[in-house]
């Protein structure tokens, strides 16, 4: 089945800066890849998603890249704020007649400091 | 507009207990799929039902089960309750099969 491998676990940045966190992923079938943020006892929401037909794509400060070859996608967050703080997890995809199980990574504490 | 919806938000069990927990999608969607949460991990996939038929499902053991009704909303149930199922049970409602999942607040459980 799908692996999903997430880099790094915890990633302090100060205001301002840039943030990238990088996944790979190891089923060549998996087509879609997602981006979620969660907050302390909230559930993960949707921040960005890309689909394997487009190469990046970008949405006001976070962007996504992906490299099928390679099977490794990135998020970039630029311009940190405070409340970009939490946890970020990313995730792989493809339907299958196992339905469209999303496998996720193992998460990266942002953390903004001031 | 709502999104989706879960209860209860916490639960306590023991050992031996069986639970119920409950799943309201987005206005539309017609396919949920459930995820189990530890503690400092990602969710891993449990079941993903689409027009009330079972459309997928995880390395879970058959004391999980689930049921999509005729309004969408979702069921999934535990039997037999371990220590290790203590978890947030997260719902993530979606279009169709292959669309965008969009997660609820989930439950969180605990098992004693």
């Known amino acids: 089945g799908e692996n999903v491998e997430q880099h790094p676990s915890t990633l302090s940045v100060q205001e301002g800066d840039s943030a990238v966190i990088k996944c790979t992923y190891s089923?060549?079938?998996?087509?879609?890849f997602p981006w979620y943020k969660q907050e302390l006892g909230k559930g993960p929401q949707l921040i960005i998603d890309i689909r394997s037909n487009v190469g990046e794509k970008k949405d006001q400060r976070i962007a996504v890249t992906l490299n099928k070859t390679a099977k490794h996608f990135s998020l970039h967050i630029t311009e940190t704020q405070p409340e970009d703080s939490a946890v970020y997890f990313c995730?792989?995809?493809?339907?299958?007649?196992?339905?469209?199980?999303?496998?996720f990574g193992t998460g990266t504490q942002l953390k903004v400091e001031l | 507009d709502a999104g989706v919806t879960q209860s209860p938000t916490h639960l306590i069990k023991t050992r031996g207990q069986h639970v119920t927990l409950r799943c309201s999608p987005i206005s539309g969607h017609k396919s949920v799929s459930w995820y189990q949460q530890v503690l400092g991990q990602g969710p891993q996939f449990i079941f993903q039902?689409?027009?009330?038929?079972?459309?997928g499902r995880g390395n879970f053991p058959d004391r999980f089960s689930a049921r999509q009704f005729p309004n969408y909303s979702s069921e999934l149930n535990v039997n037999a309750l371990l220590l290790g199922d203590s978890a947030l049970y997260l719902c993530?409602?979606?279009?169709?099969?292959?669309?965008?999942?969009?997660f609820g607040p989930g439950t969180r459980l605990l098992v004693l």
């Open positions: 039902y689409y027009e009330k038929e079972e459309r």
């Open positions: 089923d060549s079938a998996s087509n879609y």
């Open positions: 995730a792989a995809s493809g339907v299958t007649g196992g339905g469209n199980k999303l496998t």
């Open positions: 993530a409602s979606s279009l169709g099969v292959s669309q965008t999942q969009y």
